[in-house]
């Protein structure tokens, strides 16, 4: 099992969560990104380097990935097409993605987009407070218990 990250997007205070799990648990981690990124030296943590472009990182992600694999993603049509491909994803909330919730997301998300682009709500979502950072640190925990 791999752990990918869309790495782009991903806050640091994540990446520092899934930097201590993979030497923890001696997992293989791939941050994928449009990028440089500064990773810690490591024999389990590698980054890849993409051309920039849309949704370039997550074709790679997709392309690359095997089954059980996880990809941390808060791109909701990035978890559903590794849903897709019989691998797993959370988000840096801690939310895991299924194949029970995945199209309430996609079909929330495509709400949201249509109301945003007749400007009926703006924004995103809030800053990473300190609870969505344990969130996920416990999911990925949790993730790592049972698939590992």
């Known amino acids: 099992m791999r752990i990918w990250v869309d790495a782009d997007a991903c806050p640091n205070v994540i990446k520092d969560i899934l930097f201590r799990a993979a030497e923890r648990k001696q997992l293989p981690l791939t941050l994928v990104a449009n990028q440089y990124l500064k990773t810690p030296p490591s024999r389990v943590i590698d980054t890849v380097q993409v051309a920039g472009g849309f949704d370039v990182a997550d074709k790679y992600i997709v392309n690359h990935l095997q089954e059980n694999d996880l990809v941390i993603t808060a791109d909701i049509p990035l978890a559903a097409e590794v849903i897709a491909k019989n691998a797993h994803a959370i ?9 029970e919730n995945i199209k309430e997301r996609l079909a929330m998300r ?3 987009e249509e109301m ?3 400007g009926q709500v703006s924004g995103g979502p809030p800053p990473l407070g300190q609870r969505d950072k344990q969130d996920f640190a416990n999911a990925l925990d949790r993730f790592l218990a049972k698939y590992r």
């Open 91 to 99: 988000n840096p909330r801690g939310e895991l993605y299924t194949k």
């Open 110 to 112: 495509d709400f949201m």
């Open 116 to 118: 945003r682009s007749v």
